[in-house]
């Protein structure tokens, strides 16, 4: 059977987007099913990060967001968290004077105490050095353990979107395969749906069904995630690499 309009997770058709009267955004639409993972590749300034902004009201958007066929143009950032789209932040956005423990429970403000006390425990126990390091401070932490405690953070909220901007931003690449390895396998375990926008394209295709490009805010090209990653002459045309 296939997928109606309205069965599908996330369904973006924006006309345009930004912060002022110059619009970064054109004529973005794509959609996303429950558990499926779409990347969004561009070169710095294409429009990545404003993109997740639009989707979690953190920018000005017009056109129709739809998610679990709710309409979601227009809500602010809390509202919308509460449909069920966890965003992990560019700079991962923990909070540096906050313990580890503390940011977990940031991300499970709306679960009840008991949930969230016991999810706690379940990350603690997955990512055992935000365990060791529960009481301390966030601020103590690798950049790369920042970036598990703001995925760790994100899926506290037993989301089905999770958003994630630019995860290997500043880390090692070994280090950045192990954030990669942590998402693909978090997603595939809870049947979370992702939207990952990078840089780093090799890394994110590899964990993505579908990708689309970025350039100056509009959608240059789309496919296959497979597709793009064996397309050389579009890695040069549009991200340099
Ligand atoms: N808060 C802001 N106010 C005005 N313009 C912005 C703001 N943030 C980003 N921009 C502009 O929007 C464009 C896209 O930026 P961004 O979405 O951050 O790109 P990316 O994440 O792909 O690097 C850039 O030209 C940038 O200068
Ligand atoms: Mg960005």
């Known amino acids: 059977?296939?997928?109606?309009?309205?069965?599908?997770?996330?369904q973006v058709?924006?006309?345009?987007?930004?912060?002022?009267?110059?619009?970064?955004?054109h004529d973005i639409a794509f959609d996303l099913d429950?558990?499926?993972?779409?990347?969004?590749?561009?070169?710095?300034g294409a429009g990545k990060t404003t993109t997740l902004r639009a989707l979690t009201g953190l920018c000005a958007a017009q056109g129709s967001i739809r998610f679990a066929g709710a309409p979601l143009q227009?809500?602010?950032?809390?509202?919308?968290?509460?449909?069920?789209i966890a965003h992990v932040p560019q700079g991962r956005g923990t909070v540096p004077d906050l313990?580890?423990?503390e940011n977990l429970l940031l991300g499970g403000t709306l679960r009840s105490p008991r949930e969230?006390?016991?999810?706690?425990?379940f990350w603690m126990d997955r990512f055992p050095r935000l365990g060791e390091r529960a009481a301390r401070p966030a601020s103590g932490l690798s950049g790369g353990e920042q970036q598990l405690l703001a995925i760790a953070r994100a899926f506290m909220a037993r989301p089905r979107l999770v958003l994630l901007d630019e995860p290997?931003?500043?880390?090692?690449?070994?280090?950045?395969?192990?954030?990669f390895a942590a998402i693909d396998e978090l997603g595939r375990a809870r049947g979370t749906a992702l939207l990952i926008v990078e840089q780093n394209a090799a890394l994110a295709l590899a964990i993505a069904d579908t990708a689309l490009v970025l350039e100056s805010g509009r959608i240059v090209t789309?496919?296959?995630?497979?597709?793009?990653?064996?397309?050389?002459?579009?890695?040069?045309a549009y991200l340099g690499v």
């Open 116 to 121: 969230a006390a016991a999810d706690v425990g």
């Open 99 to 101: 313990t580890v423990r």
């Open 13 to 25: 058709d924006l006309r345009s987007a930004g912060y002022g009267a110059v619009p970064v955004l």
């Open 1 to 10: 059977m296939s997928l109606t309009a309205d069965s599908r997770l996330l």
């Open 168 to 179: 290997s931003l500043g880390l090692a690449p070994k280090v950045t395969a192990e954030v």
């Open 222 to 236: 789309r496919g296959a995630a497979a597709d793009l990653q064996g397309d050389d002459d579009l890695r040069r």
């Open 34 to 44: 429950e558990g499926r993972r779409l990347v969004i590749l561009g070169a710095n």
């Open 74 to 84: 227009g809500l602010p950032a809390h509202r919308i968290a509460r449909h069920g």
